[in-house]
Each structure stands twice: as C-alpha cells, then as structure tokens.
C-alpha cells in the first residue's frame, strides 16, 4: 500500500507541471485563455507554433514516461504502482493542484505511459493516431480513440483486472474532458488538423463560423 501512495501522490504532483503553461507565462499569458482554451501541447501548436508544440508534447510524454519507470524501479514487486503513477500522472495533467485544476487533455501523458510499457507499442499507437488523424482531420479523435482501446490492450496483454478498471476510469475523464470538441466539431467551430498548414484558412473558417 505505502508503494501505491507513493506512486501516486509523486506522480500527480509531477503530472501537475504543465509545459504548455510555463511557456504561456514565460511569454506573459495564460495559455488557457486562448487558442482551445487549454494547458496542453496542442493548444501550445495552435497558438505558439509548430516548434513549442512538439517541446511541450515530448516535456509531458518524458514526464509519464520517467513516473511510470521510476514506479517499476522502486517498487519492482508491486507492478500496481506502475499502473497508478501513469494514471496519477495523466489526471495530474487534467487536473493540476498548481493550476486551480484546470489543465490539458492527457493525450501525451498517456502516450508516454504506454511508451514506458512498451516502445513497440507506443509506435504501433502511433501510426494509428496518425492514421486516424490524417483520414478525420481532427486531432480530438485521436485522444478518445487512444483512451478506449488502450485499456483494453493492457487487460488483455497482462490480465490485470484492477489496472485495467484504472486505466478504463482515466480514459473515460479524459473522453469527458474532450465533450467540448466533439460539440464544436458538430457546430463546425472545431479547427482541423490541417490548421499546422493551412493557419490563415482555418482562422477565417472558424471566425466566419462563430460569427466573429
């Protein structure tokens, strides 16, 4: 039990450090204020460019990566540990105690728990994302798709059945935490994938939509 706490606890407090909000206030801003209206790497995208995007992504993917190893190393016969340092890590993410609770979505948090179980995993859950986001044009599918059947990958490949409820009740948080996406998606309001691209389109769609 002291290893799960542990595990726990340390990770959500490192999960709560938010890239994408250090570099807003760097520049003078809260990045929840613009853009998506979110602390996390793709909100970083959208409104810092494609070069903070990517520092912000691999800054909360290494985040969950080193929680969950650092689990497996302390606590090697407790594998649960693992399991909820991932976990405590990607809801620290949403949910961060330094930001009033109001953080990312989770997507590379939960690409850098999956990466700290298995590298081969983490590329085969990445050329489905990219696949995914490539034929829909919007990134929100990849996060819900990645929150569903992930859980189911870890139940069947470990037979775990606590860590499998774990990880099933993270992903349905961080489905719910997208709900406002998929309502923009069907107002039209939603930006595309294609806006790393097509930047000044997708601004005069999305204006022209919400009748700005």
Not at 128 to 150: H, M, N
């Amino acid at each position: 039990m002291e290893a799960i706490i542990i595990s726990t606890i340390g990770s959500y407090l490192i999960g709560s450090i938010n890239p994408a909000y250090l570099l807003g206030l760097l520049k003078g801003e809260d990045i929840r204020k613009s853009g998506s209206h979110n602390a996390g790497a793709s909100n970083a995208l959208i409104h810092y460019g494609k070069k903070a995007g990517a520092i912000c992504a691999i800054l909360d993917i290494l985040k969950a990566y080193l929680v969950v190893r650092l689990a497996g190393i302390l606590f090697p016969d407790v594998p649960l540990s693992k399991v909820c340092a991932g976990s405590a890590c990607i809801l620290g993410h949403i949910f961060p105690v330094f930001m009033k609770f109001s953080g990312g979505k989770g997507l590379a948090c939960t690409g850098g728990t999956v990466l700290a179980y298995s590298a081969r995993l983490f590329c085969l859950f990445l050329a489905i994302s990219l696949i995914l986001v490539l034929v829909t044009d919007y990134i929100c599918f990849v996060p819900t798709s990645v929150a569903l059947y992930a859980p189911v990958v870890y139940g069947l490949l470990t037979g775990d059945r606590i860590g499998w409820v774990i990880f099933t009740i993270t992903g349905l948080i961080m489905i719910y935490k997208h709900r406002n996406n998929f309502i923009r998606i069907m107002n039209g309001t939603e930006a595309h994938f294609s806006f790393i691209w097509r930047r000044d389109e997708e601004i005069e769609r999305v204006q022209r939509k919400e009748g700005i």
